[in-house]
């Protein structure tokens, strides 16, 4: 039996492997529908009681986008980097980041509630597809 011949160690080269696209069910938050929201809570801060860190400067999805989280109320948190980072490696789990949406005020309530239909309503507008008249009319802003 002849020996094996050793491969040249150099299989298929990874970047050209083709990547699958996640598939997300709802579209990633602009940086203005972010500072929307973090602008409903007291003085931006981070959610997270007793925070040393400072103001919150992004929104967390509690239940991740990719496993169809979607942009609600009590989906989404505003937090500092450091919880961010946090809650991404599960060290804040989902249960204590819902514990800590309750302890929002009436008015950052009401405020993020509307910020969230604003930013759903919009989602569900540009989903519409627009007719030739329409798209001639933004493209020309009559």
Known sequence: MPPKKMG???????????????????????????RDIQSCLT???CEIPKCPYGKSQT?????????????TY??????????????ERNMIT???LRSYIKM?????ENCI?????????????????K???EEWMDRFRI
């Open 8 to 34: 040249s160690g150099f299989d298929a080269p990874s970047m050209f492997l083709k990547k699958e696209k996640k598939s997300l069910t709802t579209p990633q938050l602009t940086g203005a529908q972010s």
């Open 43 to 45: 003085n931006h801060r």
């Open 59 to 71: 929104v967390h999805h509690i239940t991740p986008r990719a496993a169809q989280g979607k942009h």
């Open 74 to 87: 009590l989906n989404m948190i505003g937090v500092c980097e450091s919880h961010h980072r946090e809650a």
């Open 94 to 96: 989902p249960a204590q």
């Open 104 to 108: 929002r005020s009436p008015k950052e």
């Open 113 to 129: 509630k509307k910020v969230i239909e604003k930013i759903n309503g919009n989602a569900k507008k540009s989903s519409k597809k």
């Open 131 to 133: 007719t030739p008249e």
